[in-house]
């Protein structure tokens, strides 16, 4: 079924640790995924997307990797900082027409100084 | 520029009445989601418009929810005979043509007593 799911739901590491936020997606089909980081009280973020002809992509202090061998999408956060406590959501589109995307049920991170 | 906005911020009404939520996306953005966020939980996928093209309905749970959208412009998710477990913060995201990163409204938290 339309499924995305995390291993984790909450995710506690100390200040100035690298971070790994973990999403297990379900169709293989799908193209495009996407994380979001969402504050409390606020709407989704961005932070990086990827597309499935790729397997890694780096932004500021963040990476994402693809393994579509076993449909599995990871963040990497490096130097965790106490603003990147949030809640981070995975997401997929399938291929085709569509531009739906279909979330992830969240991971609390949080971040101990 | 101005992001997507969502009015009103928080909406408290009886069980029975008819409720409507407004989206105001970003100028220009011909692609319009609305999302269903339950408490601690991720986001549900209600209703996407894409231009002039049909809306995908797919996600709307009952025939109590509907949606609209003015052209390119302002939406409105309307939601007939509240029930308790509409209780919930409703997100709407906007996407430029071509793109599938969608920015995302502060939300309207909806309380059904």
């Known amino acids: 079924g339309e499924s995305v799911g995390l291993h984790l739901p909450t995710l506690s590491v100390q200040e100035g640790d690298n971070s790994i936020i973990n999403c297990a997606y379900s169709?293989?089909?799908?193209?495009?995924f996407i994380w979001y980081k969402q504050e409390s009280g606020k709407g989704p973020q961005f932070i990086i997307d990827?597309?499935?002809?790729?397997d890694k992509r780096q932004g500021q202090r963040v990476t994402v990797l693809l393994n579509k061998t076993v449909k599995h999408l990871s963040l990497q956060i490096a130097a965790t900082q106490p603003g990147d406590s949030a809640v981070y959501f995975c997401?997929?589109?399938?291929?085709?027409?569509?531009?739906?995307?279909?979330f992830g049920t969240g991971t609390l991170l949080a971040v101990q100084p | 520029g101005a992001g997507v906005s969502q009015s009103p911020s928080n909406k408290v009404t009886e069980k029975g009445k008819d409720v409507e939520l407004r989206c105001d996306p970003i100028?220009?953005?011909?692609?319009l989601y609305w999302y269903r966020q339950r408490l601690g939980q991720g986001l549900e996928f209600l209703i996407y418009?894409?231009?002039?093209?049909?809306?995908?309905k797919s996600g709307l749970p009952s025939d109590r929810f509907s949606a609209e959208r003015t052209g390119e412009s302002v939406s409105t998710l309307t939601i007939q005979r509240t029930q308790q477990e509409d209780s919930a913060v409703y997100l709407c995201?906007?996407?430029?043509?071509?793109?599938?990163?969608?920015?995302f409204g502060p939300g309207t938290r909806l309380t059904v007593l």
């Open positions: 100028s220009g953005h011909t692609a």
């Open positions: 990827i597309r499935s002809n790729m």
């Open positions: 995201a906007s996407s430029p043509g071509g793109l599938y990163e969608q920015f």
């Open positions: 997401a997929e589109k399938y291929g085709g027409a569509t531009n739906k995307l279909i």
């Open positions: 169709n293989s089909a799908s193209d495009y």
């Open positions: 418009f894409q231009g002039n093209s049909a809306p995908d």
